[in-house]
């Protein structure tokens, strides 16, 4: 749709001139229309992120991917008016990519758009649960999204709580446990390991999430039905799944409680671990003591020789009545944050809010004020989506990468907020409309 003039479209102008169509005087079409045919776009007069800060440049996107140089024909030009230019946003640990029919997965889609967020990884779903989603993800003009289907846990572990309140309200299948299309598989031995491993992989999973839950105390909870839902795999069993992923072709992330199950996770060579120790506290999602939950200087330096990513699922208590509580998770959280920046570790955003994006979550940690803007914003973008597409050339802004951005209305740097001010998308060179 083409305008005569220049419209202010939200706080910036954004002008697209179709060079093809001869136009002489720049013309304006709504900013997230996108533009039929075009293969060559000049991207001028942004503020491009460079990983540490905003600098003035001109950018291309030739058949989808970032160019420096000026290719010999422009299709489209358009003026990014000063606006801050990123990487799309990730979220590393989120389960609500799921829909069984094709209007869900329409409502999912525009709501991660909306927020940003175009890479989105889902550690534990039901198979028939991502049926709706065909043709919605995975494509230029949708969100890419990658999934564990069923997740590893012992007997009596964590999921299963879940997956028995599911089953009661009739959301989830009895065949939801051990099935190659369910929720979870409960792996009590090596013996177990051996006859379910070829099922696992039948599910052809993206990747394999396992549980790890208070595994210091592994064998003191194993068969006690005070600890039902909160224990997880044998920890010993966790190396021989590492090394049968790993031979698959696969990567493995663990679920974990406390400090001792990062070094146990660690140990076993995963390549992420899916959230910060002492996340929701003790079973009583209360924090006594943080001794059990603070990470040690060995762990975060094994952690980054490792090069394993850690997802931070932080903002849980975030709006806690309780504020003495509410200032543990504060001190406790910011003392593993510390941590984890001083020895360089790969820290990425995954909120494990069945409500939201991963918007919030990031909001949360800036307030937290470990990592600054700009450490925050490359954590969200570069190396979130480095963690769950490691193949692709995404989550940079640099010449060969996917060309995928979105323009921000204010500097995110200096006032963290205005990643919530979006005047424009793009998706692999294509203008992405939302709803
Ligand atoms: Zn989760």
Redesign the pocket.
């Known amino acids: 749709m083409l305008a005569p003039h220049k419209t202010k479209l939200c706080a910036l102008a954004l002008t697209v001139c179709l060079a093809s169509a001869g136009c002489t005087s720049p013309r304006t079409t709504a900013y997230n229309q996108p533009v039929a045919g075009s293969r060559t776009i000049e991207l001028r007069n942004g503020q491009w992120f460079d990983g540490t800060r905003f600098v003035d440049r001109t950018i291309y996107s030739v058949d989808g991917f970032f160019a420096e140089n000026k290719p010999a024909r422009v299709d489209t030009v358009i003026d990014l008016n000063r606006g801050y230019v990123v990487p799309p946003f990730g979220e590393a640990?989120n389960?609500n990519v799921d829909a069984t029919t094709a209007a869900a997965a329409r409502v999912v889609v525009d709501k991660y758009f909306r927020d940003g967020v175009f890479y989105v990884q889902n550690?534990?779903n039901v198979l028939r649960a991502r049926s709706g989603l065909v043709g919605f993800i995975n494509v230029p003009t949708g969100i890419d999204a990658i999934f564990s289907n069923a997740a590893l846990t012992g007997p009596g572990g964590h999921p299963m709580g879940l997956f028995l309140r599911n089953l009661g309200r009739g959301a989830m299948l009895a065949t939801d446990s051990n099935s190659t299309s369910g929720f979870l598989w409960t792996i009590a031995d090596r013996a177990d390991l051996d006859r379910k491993w070829p099922q696992i992989l039948a599910s052809h999973p993206d990747f394999i999430k396992t549980m790890l839950l208070y595994s210091e105390e592994y064998e003191r909870r194993k068969s006690d039905s005070a600890f039902f839902n909160w224990r997880g795999l044998n920890p010993s069993l966790l190396p021989e799944i590492v090394r049968r992923a790993h031979a698959a072709g696969l990567r493995v992330m663990t679920h974990i409680e406390t400090a001792a199950d990062f070094h146990n996770a660690l140990v076993a060579g995963v390549d992420q671990i899916?959230h910060t120790p002492g996340f929701r506290g003790n079973e009583k999602t209360q924090l006594p003591d943080f001794a059990p939950f603070l990470m040690t200087d060995a762990d975060a330096e094994l952690a980054a020789k490792g090069g394993v990513y850690v997802i931070t699922t932080l903002s849980g208590p975030d709006g806690l009545p309780d504020t003495a509580l509410l200032a543990r998770f504060i001190k406790l959280d910011s003392l593993n944050l510390a941590m984890m920046k001083k020895h360089h570790v790969k820290i990425i955003v995954g909120s494990?809010s069945y409500r939201t994006t991963s918007v919030p979550e990031a909001m949360w940690l800036s307030k937290l004020g470990v990592l600054t803007n700009a450490e925050l914003l490359r954590a969200w973008t570069e190396e979130t989506a480095h963690a769950i597409f490691p193949r692709r050339k995404i989550g940079k802004l640099a010449p060969g990468y996917e060309a995928s951005l979105l323009v921000l209305a204010g500097d995110p740097i200096e006032d963290f907020s205005n990643v919530k001010r979006i005047v424009l998308r793009m998706k692999q060179g294509q203008l992405i409309d939302v709803r």
Request: proline content about 17%.
């Open positions: 640990h389960h550690p534990a899916g494990d």
